[in-house]
């Protein structure tokens, strides 16, 4: 089945610094990858919407110059999260739509970044 | 906006069945979901319906739709303890991808 893989798995980092995740999308290309955000026993919080050479669309409520979403080519998008605060800490998890034509409804979620801002 | 409202816990005897109910509100989904997950990992989609079905099975899974009153029910027969997870139910139209999540009901199977 398609797979997608984040890294780092998990991430500690000091209150002001930028900390990068990269979503991979490893047997397929992926048009459009997604970006969510899963606070303790909380559900899952679309932060934007990647789209492979465009800019990302991001939700109400989400800081684009404080979320920055690249999705340079069909397999990878990243997600930097810049001046990184306590409150950023949390799990992020992307996924991928695949758009060859297998399995059009169905996203993949990666594994997920754990982000502790010290 | 779109909703998805599930029920926050539930708890079952290994061997019994176990039914997670999820309501939403989009009257134009078009794709419903039953994803799971388990502690610190990400999530794996276990089913899906289309609307413009009322039920799918698989193996231990039946999937229940009442477009009607936008209810979607998840039934694990002969739950096991390794079903013990978070279940997030979801929906999305045809718009694209964007999904919309429920809060997710945490299953916790006794032995």
């Known amino acids: 089945g398609a797979v997608v893989s984040q890294h780092p798995s998990w991430v500690i980092c000091k209150s002001g610094t930028s900390v990068k995740i990269e979503c991979r999308s490893l047997?397929?290309?992926?048009?459009?990858m997604f970006w969510y955000r899963q606070f303790p026993k909380q559900s899952l919080m679309l932060m934007a919407t990647?789209?492979?050479?465009?800019?990302?669309?991001?939700e109400q409520g989400v800081e684009k110059d404080k979320f920055l979403i690249n999705h340079a080519s069909l397999t990878l998008s990243t997600l930097t999260v810049t001046s990184a605060h306590p409150e950023d800490s949390s799990f992020y998890i992307c996924?991928?739509?695949?758009?060859?034509?297998?399995?059009?409804?169905?996203?993949?979620f990666g594994p997920g970044t754990r982000l502790t801002v010290t | 906006g779109e909703d998805v409202e599930q029920s926050l816990f539930l708890s079952v005897r290994e061997g019994d069945s176990s039914v997670i109910n999820c309501t939403y509100t989009?009257?134009?989904?078009?794709?419903l979901y039953w994803y799971k997950q388990e502690p610190g990992a990400g999530l794996q989609l276990l089913t899906y319906?289309?609307?413009?079905?009322d039920m799918k099975q698989d193996q231990r899974l039946t999937v229940l739709l009442n477009k009607k009153d936008k209810h979607l029910s998840l039934r694990i027969a002969d739950t096991q303890t390794g079903d013990s997870a978070i279940y997030f139910c979801?929906?999305?139209?045809?718009?694209?991808?964007?999904?919309?999540f429920g809060a997710g009901t945490r299953l916790f199977v006794k032995a």
């Open positions: 996924s991928a739509g695949d758009t060859s034509g297998r399995v059009s409804y169905e996203q993949y």
């Open positions: 047997d397929f290309q992926a048009t459009t």
């Open positions: 990647s789209n492979e050479g465009s800019k990302a669309t991001y």
């Open positions: 989009d009257s134009s989904s078009t794709y």
């Open positions: 319906i289309f609307s413009n079905m």
């Open positions: 979801a929906e999305s139209n045809t718009g694209g991808f964007k999904t919309i």
